[in-house]
């Protein structure tokens, strides 16, 4: 790594890091990931210190300012996020769209805030549409779920919270306090988690000096990748297929046996416990015990227990511990949300860590350019066109006219 007074960039070490692992490509004063210690810091605080106890505007001002909010920054901040959640007509228009074509919710949203561009009239200065960002992902992803149940889009109350606000719109109930709070501490603990595929793409478009819309939409596309943001799914789906935690070992062991993932454990970065992991499990169990239902919350404890003794046993030394998706589900389910809107939501917090590391990497900026190493052929010489011969495989041609309709293909 080399630093020449505008920040971290990466140097040529005749390593062969692949997926950048190991290589430090940016300093940050956002959050610290410490894999082995199972910590996670957020701009200074423990991650179970702050999720459990702010609000998701005190922790995006916290990620965008470097300090908690006074009493009169938060409620003008409040305001400002509050009236900023209508969506233009076209935007509208455009989700209807998406849901007529039956698209994924996270295609919808990235299209969609493709439009917030629409009201930076005359292309107004990076930081503006920030809040607006913010402000509408709720509002987007709400209005997409509803048009896509044939149901017309709630629009927003500028007197409910961040968190309530996205709850109301997607049912038109006030909610309860206890979801609110769960959900409110879900995406404080997701809001940020060092240098993530996301992360760093948005890191890398804004470092080119393009606006902050497209270094969002940039993000949006690398967190739609399963590989990334979309497991939670799966690991409720685990816990729901198994039922009874008598059936738990049996059917982890065949998972195990058969050479499937049990999704929910194992982290690239933690080889502990997912820190995340436990401020959700915390927030779901409140929730659950409020709501006077505790089953799935007790089979999903003990579906953890069984895979974590299994996963010691099949594959000693992995150090397979539970990650943030396990209890994403079971929390997320809890708030009546279908598996298809968590990575959505998932990106409704992401989406202030995303501006923050874009305001981050604006203050200090050099491009990010790193180098590759190249393992092509050399030397060679051009070919007349009579005189070639197919070089890829038989049937590729036909697959290539088939995919573009052509009649000659049929």
């Keep these: ?43 200074g605080f423990p991650v179970g210190e702050l999720a459990e106890r702010a609000t998701f505007e005190e922790t995006t001002w916290l990620l965008w300012h470097g300090a908690l909010p006074s009493a009169r920054q938060l409620q003008a901040f409040r305001a400002v996020l509050a009236a900023s959640r209508a969506l233009p007509r076209a935007t509208i228009d455009l989700l209807r769209e998406c849901a007529s074509h039956r698209l994924d919710a996270m295609d919808a949203l990235r299209i969609a805030a ?31 779920w509803r048009l896509r ?31 609110v709070r769960g959900l409110e501490t879900y995406l404080n603990t997701v809001v940020d988690h060092g240098l993530n595929a996301s992360t760093f793409t948005a890191r890398i478009i804004t ?15 690398a ?29 982890l062991r065949r ?21 995340r992991a436990d401020v959700l499990a915390a927030a779901a169990e409140r929730m659950f015990t409020r709501a006077g239902d505790m089953s799935l919350y007790r089979l999903a404890r003990a ?11 099949y594959k000693p030394g992995r150090r397979l511990q ?29 989406v202030s860590g995303w501006i923050a590391h874009a305001f981050e990497q604006r203050r200090a900026n050099r491009i990010i350019r790193p180098q590759s190493e190249y393992a092509g052929p050399r030397d060679r010489r051009w070919i007349p066109l009579p005189d070639r011969t197919e070089s890829i495989e038989d049937g590729a041609v036909e697959r290539v006219m088939s995919a573009m309709g052509s009649p000659e293909a049929r």
Excluded: C
């Design 1 to 43: 790594m080399i630093h020449d007074g505008y920040g971290w960039y990466m140097a040529s070490t005749g390593l062969d890091s692949k997926g950048l692992e190991g290589v430090v490509a940016a300093t940050t004063q956002l959050s610290h990931v410490d894999g082995e210690r199972g910590e996670l810091i957020i701009a």
């Design 114 to 144: 493709g439009t917030i561009s629409l009201e930076e009239a005359g292309g107004a200065g990076f930081d503006q549409p920030a809040l607006r960002i913010v402000a509408q992902f709720p509002t987007i992803v709400a209005a997409f």
């Design 149 to 179: 149940a044939e149901n017309e889009p709630i629009a927003p109350r500028a007197d409910l919270g961040h968190a309530a606000n996205f709850l109301y719109m997607l049912t038109g109930q006030t909610p309860n306090p206890e979801p």
């Design 207 to 221: 470092s080119t000096g393009s606006d902050l819309v497209s270094a969002v939409v940039g993000a949006i596309g």
């Design 223 to 251: 967190l739609k990748g399963p590989l990334h943001g979309g497991a939670p799914g799966p690991a409720l789906d685990m816990v729901l297929e198994i039922g009874d935690a008598s059936r738990a070992e049996a059917l």
């Design 255 to 275: 998972k195990i046996e058969a050479g499937e993932k049990l999704m929910g454990f194992g982290h690239r970065v933690y080889k502990v416990r997912d820190p």
């Design 303 to 313: 579906v953890e227990a069984t895979a974590i003794r299994l996963l010691d046993e």
């Design 322 to 350: 539970t990650n943030v998706e396990f209890y994403t589900a079971l929390l997320l389910h809890g708030l009546g949300f279908d598996t298809a809107l968590f990575t959505p939501t998932f990106a409704i917090s992401r």
